[in-house]
């Protein structure tokens, strides 16, 4: 299964995409950022990631799409450009007939990290151990839009035919969920390569 | 020129259109409300809206769209709501090559009926009255889309064929601007309409 993240900005808007196989090990397969200037009047900014978000769907036609929930909170005027970003992005997967799932910052950050208010630089480390990358990825926003993607392909439930696969797994591994199997899994490999580097 | 407005909302979306005369004498077009059930996933309920959206653009061909600027202060949890529905029209809008005028709802009311706070019954009845409607448009979201329209005609500058027309007609009357003629104009009219009723 394919999954593509997007962490949505209206400067800089995150886009992820990785493969999950039926025990939830996951493989990198695309990231990038795409960008908009503060100068351009809004329509054209969202044009632009838009149209950005547009051409990443169509060339990875991923099977669904994780999005970061956006809440109101702190700075008023920049939730308002997510918000919008996240409105395109929702209405791009749903033309597509895609499911999107949405995740909010600390459900993603538990989940690639173990801890729901760990820093950017936990989150990207992680992401690059449990991906196994050449370097972490930069800037945030590209990061956070894989450990969207990793916490839904987590967290949410699997096809049919795949969650035979992991239950059966799961009954070897100790009752763990298929979930909790993934998550015990990706912090081993995550910790050994930590005490490798 | 043709101008559609739109009242963003997720669970009803209020769509008008108005063409407007180079002496900014505006004629009723169309309107209508989208309407998404409440049961339904966001990503389908930015679908529902965003097509019927998309369905008037295509229809009615507008030369400029008017959107309602929105602003996070009282309802948190519907303005983010708000706030991805206007994503999506931004960014049809974008698509098409349109023009995107926002407006503030004070600005709206101020430019419907005189008064920034107007209550939502003062803008239909306004709204009927300016554009010689038979009937109030209802529900409230409909009005506010054609007084959306209403004010992106009367505040925004003209194309410069229609800018000479209108400056010339202005020397005429008095040197108003031909936002202030129209204007006069249009209160005129109503005040002539409420003493016949």
Known sequence: M???GVDPG??????GVIDVDAGRRAQFVHVEVVRSSR??????????????VERALDEFAPDRVALERVFAQHNLRSVMGTAQISGVVLYAADRRGLGVELHTPSEVKAAV???GSAEK???QTMVQRILRLAEPPKPADAADALALALCSAWKSP???AERGAAAASSDV?????PAQAAWREAERRAVAGARRG
Chains 1, 2 share one sequence.
Do not use: F
């Open 2 to 4: 394919r999954i593509l």
């Open 10 to 15: 209206l400067t800089r808007c995150g886009i």
């Open 39 to 52: 100068d351009l009047p809004l329509a054209e900014r969202l044009g632009a990631i838009g149209r950005g």
């Open 113 to 115: 990290t173990g801890y």
């Open 121 to 123: 630089q936990q989150v």
């Open 158 to 160: 699997v096809q049919a």
């Open 173 to 177: 591994s100790g009752g763990l969920t």
